[in-house]
Nanobody, 121 residues
């Protein structure tokens, strides 16, 4: 059971990045998937969710700029119009269908990736 993020890096304000999260070890096709961000000294926050029903949800801070999508076992986060406040460690996570959905808290996600750093300057 493994989630591996990639695609992070450094970008200038207004730029774009596309994060990927590759899932392996079990069939995640019908699982809920989410992207989260954490900065030092703050709690991990949810940014975008694509749940087992196909419903998406976004945090107000990224709505209209970030887009979550998936292609079977790979999940993506397209990030446009990046701002310095988007800087942080980005994590993908997976939660079981029927249990985890767009209304769920972080605790509903049971598998997490190791994170990828995004720096916007």
């Amino acid at each position: 059971v493994q989630l591996v993020e990639s695609g992070g890096g450094s970008v200038q304000t207004g730029g774009s990045l596309r994060l990927s999260c590759a899932a392996s070890g079990r069939n995640y096709v019908k699982w809920s998937m989410g992207w989260f961000r954490q900065v030092p000294g703050k709690e991990r926050e949810g940014l975008a969710t694509l749940d087992w029903r196909g419903i998406t949800a976004y945090a107000d801070s990224v709505k209209g700029r970030f887009t979550i999508s998936r292609d079977r076992l790979t999940m993506y986060l397209q990030m446009n119009s990046l701002k310095p406040e988007d800087t942080g460690m980005y994590y993908c996570a997976a939660g079981e269908p029927l249990i985890c959905d767009v209304e769920s808290s972080l605790s509903a996600y049971i598998y997490w990736g190791q994170g990828t750093q995004v720096t916007v300057s």
